[in-house]
Nanobody, 123 residues
């Protein structure tokens, strides 16, 4: 069992930055791939970024590539999402998730989910 708690969301103006954190507890955090997803009102949950257990491989959605950076600190059982040059289109609830698969991408590949943190970008 893995418990995930996101933090760091809030309201920011367009062009601004936020750093999300996801604290994990439970089984062997360092053996899980971690991902960030987001869901905007009226839209389906979408993939944002993921990082493998060692941090050696990352993947991003095209919409955030070059603006967002995912990282992890296995000593702190925490994964981060640094978000820069935010736009109103980034407004959503952001979720972190854990997967036992080396290179998880689709939401169905993730076994554990946090409750989410709201990010609102004003224009």
């Amino acid at each position: 069992q893995v418990q995930l708690v996101e933090s760091g969301g809030g309201v920011v103006q367009a062009g601004g930055s936020l750093r999300l954190s996801c604290a994990a507890s439970g089984r062997s955090f360092s053996s899980w791939s971690m991902g960030w997803f987001r869901q905007a009102p009226g839209k389906e949950r979408e993939f944002v970024a993921r990082i493998t257990w060692s941090g050696g491989s990352t993947r991003y959605a095209d919409s955030v590539k070059g603006r967002f950076t995912i990282s992890r600190d296995n000593a702190k059982n925490t994964v981060y999402l640094e978000m820069n040059r935010l736009t109103p289109e980034d407004t959503a609830v952001y979720y972190c998730a854990a997967s036992p698969r080396f290179s998880a991408y689709a939401a169905v590949e993730y076994d554990y989910w946090g409750q989410g943190t709201q990010v609102t970008v004003s224009s």
